[in-house]
């Protein structure tokens, strides 16, 4: 069965110095786990314990996995979460376009809906101790790509808003 999953970091890129999720902290992790239907809530110190379900996993699937939230948890262990069979909807859908698309461009297409806010604001959050809202923001993400992923499934296609906001419909085979 699945796992679905999204980062938010304590800090920015531009606090790190430039483009090194590596650098970044974690403040939480969300994770919503097809085989038991529930999401499950990570921060800094849980790490162990999501590496444990992300192993458990058949599959792992998330939105830029490969270029920031991997990275990001792989700072805290040793183990290569890159081996783990995974689909990273960002990658797939840049292959068949030749270019990236954001997460909030493929929802607001495809579902209706997109994101509540966006990582800079889950780390101002983080800067005022808010973690309540940083865990409802991630859960959202992570449903939001849970949805888009199993509209895929479903229909062999997701769609996008280009830079003319034109509705684009891109075949999926995930």
């Not at 679905?4 to 974690?26: A, C, K, M």
């Not at 239907?37 to 590496?51: C, N, S």
């Not at 998330?62 to 990273?88: C, E, Q």
């Amino acid at each position: 069965m699945p796992v679905f999953f999204d980062v938010e970091t304590q800090n920015s890129f531009q606090e790190v110095g430039g483009h090194y999720p590596e650098r970044l902290r974690i403040s939480v992790v969300v994770t919503y786990n097809t085989a038991d239907q529930a999401f499950h809530r990570y921060t800094e110190a849980d790490i162990p314990a999501l590496v444990r379900e992300l192993q458990a996993a058949d599959l792992v699937v998330g939105f830029n996995l490969y270029g920031f939230d991997y990275p990001v948890v792989m700072r805290y262990t040793d183990v290569d979460l890159t081996k783990l069979p995974t689909v990273d909807m960002m990658v797939e859908l840049q292959k068949q376009l030749g270019f990236r698309v954001g997460l909030d461009a493929v929802a607001s297409a495809t579902l209706g809906t997109g994101k509540s806010a966006d990582g800079l604001q889950a780390v101002r959050w983080w800067k005022e101790g808010r973690l309540e809202e940083i865990f409802t923001y991630c859960e959202q993400d992570v449903d939001v790509t849970r949805r888009v992923y199993e509209f895929g499934r479903q229909n062999r296609y997701v769609q996008y808003y280009d830079r003319q906001f034109r509705r684009q419909r891109v075949p999926v085979a995930w």
